[in-house]
């Protein structure tokens, strides 16, 4: 499925960045993202978020390609 990999993609990057900056805010963000064993987000209302996201660029009339994240094939 499309939207958990790039869910699961969005977090490992919010993740790293979190390494290298940490910052309150986006601890909380990553503490309410984080899967549960269950595959649902510890906030149930992150999930519901992210669908109105991901139909939000669906809607989108035109997904731009971003310069420097095509991958090497």
Do not use: H, N
């Not at 993609?9 to 986006?26: C, G, H, I, N, V």
């Not at 939000?56 to 310069?67: G, L, Q, T």
């Amino acid at each position: 499925m499309k939207e958990s990999l790039a869910y699961q993609t969005m977090f490992e990057f919010l993740e790293q960045r979190y390494q290298k900056l940490p910052s309150d805010a986006l601890g909380g963000l990553l503490g309410d993202l984080r899967l549960l064993e269950d595959g649902e987000p510890a906030d149930p209302a992150m999930a519901a978020e992210w669908d109105r996201a991901v139909a939000s660029v669906e809607r989108a009339s035109r997904v731009r390609p971003i310069a420097g994240l095509q991958r090497a094939g």
